[in-house]
C-alpha cells in the first residue's frame, strides 16, 4: 500500500479514536469509573500512537541530504520509542490509581458505562478494518505498535463491558478497579514490546528473522565468493534493512566482478529483504579476516 493512501486510513482512523476518547473521558468521569478513564487513557495511547505514526511517515518521506544521508527514515523509530514511553507512564499512573480505588471502592454507573464502552469498541472494530493492512505481519514498526494499541483496547472495552456487567448486577464496586489494574498491565506488555524492538533498531542490531550466519552461508555459495568477512546486517527503519560486508574473490578486473555483485544485491533481495548493500571486493584477505569485526573507539 502507498504511503498516500496509508496516511488517508491513519487520518481516518485518528478522527474516529478522538471522538471516542472524548466520549470515555466525560463518561467516566460522569460515571465514576476509573476503569472507563483507564480505557481513555489507552485510547490517549491510541491516538499519540497514529499521530507519531502519521508523523512518521510524512517526514521519513523526505529526499536524502548531504547531513542526513539516510534520509529522516529513522524517525519512525523514535516515534515508537516515544509512544513506548508514555505508554509506561499512563499505565504506572491507572495502576496507582487502581490499588487506591480497589482500597476505597465507590458507586459507578454501570449503566453509563456499557454505552460508552460499546461505542468504543465499535469504533475500535472500524479503526482496525482501516488497519487491517498493517496487523501482525506488518514490516513497518510504528503502524504494527498502532495496530496492536487499537487491538489491545478493543480488548479492554469488552473487559469493561463484562465489568460494568458485574458492577450492575452484584453491586461489587472493586471490580473497577480490577479492570482498571488489567488495562494498566495490558499497557506495561504493549510498552515493553515497542520498546524492545524499537532499541533493538537504534542499537544497530540485526533484524528479527536474519541470521548473520545464514547471509554468510548462502553468500558464499555464490561460486565467485571465496569468503565474506566484516559482515554488518542492521535495520535503517523498521522495513529498510541494510548490510555492508568484504567478499574475498579472486584477482580480476573491477568489470569482471559487476556480474557478481548483481548476483549478491538479487539474493540479498529476495532471500532477506535487504534492499541497500555495500559490497567491498578484496583479492586478498584484509587484516580483519573474522565474519564479524569489533569497532573500537
Request: net charge negative.
Amino acid at each position: 500500500m502507498d504511503s498516500q493512501s496509508t496516511r488517508k486510513r491513519l487520518t481516518i482512523a485518528i478522527s474516529l479514536t478522538f471522538f471516542v476518547l472524548l466520549a470515555e473521558v466525560v463518561g467516566g468521569i460522569l460515571s465514576n469509573s476509573l476503569a472507563l478513564l483507564s480505557d481513555a487513557a489507552h485510547m490517549f495511547g491510541d491516538v499519540f500512537a497514529l499521530c507519531l505514526s502519521s508523523f512518521a511517515l510524512k517526514i521519513s518521506s523526505r529526499p536524502t541530504t548531504s547531513t542526513k544521508t539516510f534520509g529522516l527514515h529513522r524517525m519512525e523509530i523514535f516515534a515508537a520509542f516515544i509512544n513506548g514511553i508514555t505508554l509506561v507512564i499512563m499505565a504506572a499512573w491507572i495502576f496507582y490509581e487502581a490499588i487506591e480505588r480497589f482500597q476505597n471502592p465507590s458507586a459507578v454507573d454501570s449503566l453509563t458505562v456499557i454505552i460508552i464502552a460499546v461505542i468504543g469498541l465499535c469504533t475500535n472494530l472500524g479503526v482496525l478494518y482501516f488497519l487491517k493492512d498493517h496487523g501482525p505481519h506488518s514490516h513497518d514498526l510504528n503502524m504494527k505498535s498502532a495496530f496492536f494499541h487499537v487491538l489491545a483496547d478493543m480488548l479492554a472495552s469488552v473487559g469493561v463491558i463484562i465489568g460494568a456487567i458485574v458492577m450492575m448486577t452484584t453491586g461489587w464496586y472493586a471490580t473497577d478497579a480490577v479492570l482498571s489494574a488489567g488495562i494498566a498491565l495490558l499497557l506495561f506488555w504493549g510498552a515493553r514490546t515497542i520498546l524492545s524492538d524499537a532499541v533493538h533498531i537504534l542499537l544497530e542490531g540485526v533484524p528479527k528473522g536474519i541470521s548473520v550466519v545464514e547471509v554468510e552461508k548462502e553468500l558464499t555459495a555464490i561460486p565467485a565468493i571465496r569468503e565474506i568477512h566484516e559482515l554488518h546486517i542492521w535495520s535503517i527503519c523498521s522495513s529498510i534493512y541494510a548490510l555492508s560486508a568484504h567478499a574475498l574473490v579472486n584477482d580480476q578486473k573491477v568489470n569482471q566482478v559487476e556480474p557478481v555483485l548483481d548476483e549478491i544485491q538479487e539474493l540479498l533481495k529476495t532471500k532477506f529483504n535487504i534492499t541497500h548493500s555495500t559490497i567491498q571486493f578484496e583479492s586478498r584477505l584484509c587484516q580483519e579476516g573474522e565474519i564479524l569485526c569489533d569497532i573500537h573507539h
